[in-house]
């Protein structure tokens, strides 16, 4: 078995209705809302180069597309599928990362945000810098929100106000990445000047004591 995992280009429309059928099939066992979106929808995310596809040589095995919200403050990676005969084989860890690269080449301002109940997505967005936040610091975006329409648990979504639901939301700041690490990259420098110091200062004693 020979897994590829790549950005989806014309070749890969052939798998638009198999894709959206793998959705629908998920979306029916796990009973909570995989938005199933339209052939045309899928079509126009591999034309625009916002797709990851994972094929085993000609067989279909998962998929993942990104989307854009807010006038590109944000980004989603959504619609993450993995047919069942590839789970617990890493292949949603590998195309949940290619989503992540894609995206941040594509938006590299973008906050990269999702929503999800489940525990291998969650385990794979901390992996990749993902924070768990509450609502309010996703999107406004009425048209993503619309996306949840779909879902079995709408109704709770709308009896909190769309503050809260089933579904953790979790972001990527690439802005905030960028403080800590400048941070991170500040305290090293001090402890190596400390350490600097220290080695030249005890240099000096022990030469004397000698
Ligand atoms: C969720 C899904 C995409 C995971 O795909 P996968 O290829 O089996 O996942 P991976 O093998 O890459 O596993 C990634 C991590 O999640 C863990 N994991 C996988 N399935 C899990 C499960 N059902 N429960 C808890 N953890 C799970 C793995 O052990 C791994 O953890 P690790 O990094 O600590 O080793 C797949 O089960 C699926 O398509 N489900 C239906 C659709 C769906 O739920 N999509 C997500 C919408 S938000």
């Not at 195309?95 to 973008?110: D, Q, V, Y």
Request: glycine letters at 6%.
């Amino acid at each position: 078995m020979k897994i590829d995992v790549m950005v989806a280009s014309k070749e890969h429309l052939r798998y638009v209705t198999q894709i959206n059928d793998a959705i629908d099939e998920a979306a029916k066992s796990r009973g909570t809302g995989i938005a199933r979106r339209t052939d045309e929808y899928i079509a126009d995310k591999i034309n625009s180069g916002k797709a990851i596809i994972a094929v085993n040589r000609e067989e279909f095995v998962g998929f993942c597309y990104i989307e854009s919200w807010g006038h590109d403050e944000f980004v989603a990676n959504s619609g993450l599928i993995v047919r069942p005969q590839y789970r617990n084989m890493g292949v949603a860890k590998r195309i949940k990362k290619a989503a992540f690269e894609l995206s941040r080449k594509r938006f590299p301002n973008a906050k990269i945000f999702g929503l999800t109940t489940g525990e291998a997505v969650m385990r794979i967005n901390t992996e990749l810098g993902y924070e768990p936040v509450t609502f309010a610091k996703l999107t406004d975006d009425e048209e993503f929100w619309a996306g949840c329409r779909s879902c079995v648990n709408y109704d709770v979504l709308q009896r909190t106000n769309m503050t809260k639901c089933l579904c953790t939301g979790m972001i990527y700041d690439p802005a905030k990445v960028a403080k800590r690490r400048a941070e991170e990259e500040a305290r090293k420098a001090e402890e190596a000047k400390t350490r600097e110091h220290n080695g030249s200062w005890l240099g000096r004693i022990f030469k004397r004591s000698k």
